[in-house]
């Protein structure tokens, strides 16, 4: 029996320390996909402790045959669809603030303005599923149980998703260029 599979079983018998040591490292990836599903800092954190609170109140319904890491996500998932609001902060309008061409050199800001782009490109289970092959490192059998779709609706979004990044890639390394000779 693994040490999570031991954690989850006390845990389940009401043992907190044990649910704490469970989620402890979950927690730094929940919050910084949820960053990216929330209007604020704030309302990340909001629905981190959410999700961790379902997660302890609920966990005698967690099924073995799938991985914590991907119940977690999921209930993440429905607890920031939750907390969106009129009023959200869409993620496009942060990109103005960060066309500056010296960040542009910087590797960590490239990145940033990638996951900007997809954002504001793709639709939210596509990034979504993006995000969590690509920045938290899941399989696809445990995005597709995450988002509650199949294997082949995941592969085939995943390849649709890059290509819709590339193109833009593509499309921003010709506007660079353009406005360097133009």
């Known amino acids: 029996m693994s040490s999570e599979t031991a954690l989850i079983e006390a845990a389940r018998k009401g043992s907190a ?6 989620v402890r490292g979950y927690r730094e990836g929940l919050l910084r996909f949820l960053l990216t599903r929330s209007a604020s800092f704030a309302d990340a954190e909001d629905a981190l402790q959410d999700t961790l609170i379902n997660a302890y109140r609920y966990l005698h319904s967690y099924n073995p045959q799938w991985r914590f890491s991907t119940w977690l996500y999921r209930i993440a998932i429905n607890n920031a669809a939750k907390r969106r609001t009129a009023d959200t902060v869409e993620l496009g309008d942060l990109a103005d603030e960060e066309s500056d061409p010296l960040s542009h050199c910087i590797q960590h800001q490239d990145r940033q303005n990638l996951w900007l782009s997809a954002r504001r490109k793709l639709s939210d289970e596509v990034y979504t599923a993006m995000w969590l092959r690509y920045v938290e490192d899941m399989s696809v059998n445990d995005i597709a149980a995450v988002l509650e779709r199949s294997v ?26 353009s406005k360097a000779y133009g």
């Open 152 to 177: 082949s609706w995941t592969k085939v979004n995943l390849m649709r998703g890059r290509k819709t990044l590339e193109a833009e890639l593509d499309n921003s390394a010709t506007d660079q260029k």
């Open 17 to 22: 320390a044990a649910f704490s040591d469970l």
